[in-house]
């Protein structure tokens, strides 16, 4: 059984190369799933020797790319202050035959708040043509060109066994932002439309693809600016449900295909751009039938649910897959998730009995050792 633990380069810079994976395979875990392009939180870190708040770099890479490969592109990667000297990445990959590991790159696309501030026009633009600075749209050409030369560069100069994807679909306006505000408390079909992303780019594929991309615009604007003028009540007739809109609108269809289509190609993309390298691709997304033949496993979470909710959860995910995918199930190793060691050994085993081929716990930097501790006695008794 896969068993995988996402971490981060700074875990192996402060606690130390050899300690860390030595406790992993210790632990019995298989992989190493570490962040090789990551964005940026407020981190509580119990264990860290060095220290216990952090907050990283934001929109940065955590290895030494090949700066040759991002000549189609505008976006330029830059290397994370933790791996300026020494690439932790490559580290733990001459180390991997010693704890018999596997190395992943925990690879986040679409979520860059610092290439989204230079790059304002490569960003997801609202309704309003308000820019999303953490969101880069996958519609944009230099967006594209940006992530598969991303995906090629860890692929091919990094001795992987696969790259794990995460964000490589279109970001909402939530984000999480410092002092993040709405008084107007919107509700969720509302913040769905605000989701939708109307920019130049997006526009113009939409309009090639003879989607009325403007009218969906100027309904969503009505929608929205109806809300925020009426709140905090709505007016008569106000949607409540996006059916309800689509009633309303009848390109909102063709405009929300159009959107997945442009998600599912980057997919697609990417997969051929990691050739010649053998490694596989990771989707932390759903099953979608345009990407059955680019994904090889497909990762979905179960974070807080108890044994027998896993259990479904599990058996959920593997019903739309065919023979030639794997399910790995995520697991937050937080002890408002997790409660005990027989808790994470029945997590584990509702994985397996539900169809999972893996299971991947999140994560090192974060969980206190008294959860990471129980990943060794769950995965002996779940085998």
Known sequence: ??????MYAWDLADEGVERVMGWAADSGLTALQIAGSYHAGWFLHPHNPKHRAYM?????????????LYAKTILKPQVAPVCAETDWMREAGKR????????????VCNHNTRLGLLHPECTVHNCFGDSYPHALCPANDHVRNYVTALCHDLANNLP???VQLESPDYMGWQHG???ERDLTVLNPLEQTLMDFCFCPSCTRKAEGKHVDIAAVRARVREILEAAMAHAPGRPAGHPETLEQVAERVPELAAYRAFRKEIENTLIAEIKVAMQPSSARLFLLGGYHPQIAGAVDVFNSGVY???????????????????PQHELYIGVRLG????????????IVQAVKAGGGDGVMFYNYSESPMTALNWIKPALAGGR
């Open 335 to 346: 002890l408002n998730s997790v409660f005990s060691a027989q808790d994470l050994t029945d």
């Open 96 to 107: 991997l035959e010693k704890y018999n590991l596997k190395l992943v790159s925990w690879t």
């Open 177 to 179: 932002h410092h002092h």
């Open 1 to 6: 059984m896969y068993a995988g633990l996402w």
């Open 304 to 322: 807080g649910q108890r044994p027998a909710q896993v259990l479904e959860s599990t058996r959920a995910a593997r019903a739309p897959l065919g």
């Open 160 to 162: 992987l066994h696969a």
């Open 56 to 68: 990283p770099a934001d929109g940065c890479v955590y290895f030494h790319p090949d700066e040759r």
